[in-house]
């Protein structure tokens, strides 16, 4: 019963998810520059879209197998026995973390997570690209800042290899930030361990 109500409360959380197509994609999501190359980060978006939807498939996929599997529907394999006693104990199971990004959050936090990340990556797709990126969110955080320095490239006519990020602390929040900047990326999500950062005076305390 345990078992069943959470896999339930799973599944009727990813019912409102609508798999992410370009076909929702705002007009300037995946915009084309003069020599009709799409923008790097639209492509970045687009790898993070796949990952997504391929996390989703499995899974509704395995919460309905294991629901059968529980009435006796269908044979409980080694995988939804996984998923079943990773569901008892508030654990992401072996074949949900291998299709998914880095974590270590117990289940219930990661399923939180997980419909965080979908939102704000539904939001890039369907609004345009946002004034900030949270850089923790993506599954492939790399392929996003390679992104970043490919439009900086392309902007600014400089050799790709020549370009290095240089990172700057904002004095305001992440709250007051009403549009992007003029050359480069702001992000937020990073974290720090033993250590934090001093607002008043600007540095790591």
């Known amino acids: 019963e345990i078992v069943i109500e959470t896999v339930q409360d799973i599944e009727h959380k990813l019912s409102v998810f609508k798999p992410f197509t370009e076909e929702d994609a705002h007009e300037l999501t995946f915009r084309v520059d003069v020599k009709g190359s799409m923008v790097a980060l639209g492509v970045f978006l687009k790898q993070e879209m796949s990952q997504f939807n391929q996390l989703v498939s499995v899974l509704k996929k395995s919460a309905v197998d ?3 599997a ?3 529907l269908v044979v409980m394999s080694a995988a939804l026995d996984d998923v079943f006693r990773s569901a008892m104990f508030n654990q992401v199971p ?4 291998k299709a998914a990004y880095p974590s270590l959050k117990p289940l219930g936090s ?3 997570d997980l419909m965080e ?3 704000v990556t539904g939001k890039w797709l369907r609004q345009g690209p946002p004034d900030q990126f949270w850089i923790s969110g993506f599954f492939f955080p790399q392929g996003f800042m390679t992104g970043a320095k490919q439009e900086h490239s392309r902007k600014t006519r400089l050799p790709i290899d020549t370009l290095m990020f240089r990172t700057e602390v904002q004095e305001k929040w992440m709250e007051d930030v009403t549009e992007g900047p003029s050359d480069g990326v702001f992000i937020y999500g990073l974290y720090m361990e033993g ?3 001093d ?3 600007g540095h790591m305390a």
């Open 66 to 68: 294991l629901q059968r």
């Open 70 to 72: 529980i009435k006796g």
């Open 94 to 97: 072996a074949s949900w973390a």
């Open 110 to 112: 990661w399923v939180r």
């Open 117 to 119: 990340r979908l939102e």
């Open 195 to 197: 250590a934090r950062w």
């Open 199 to 201: 607002h008043i005076h």
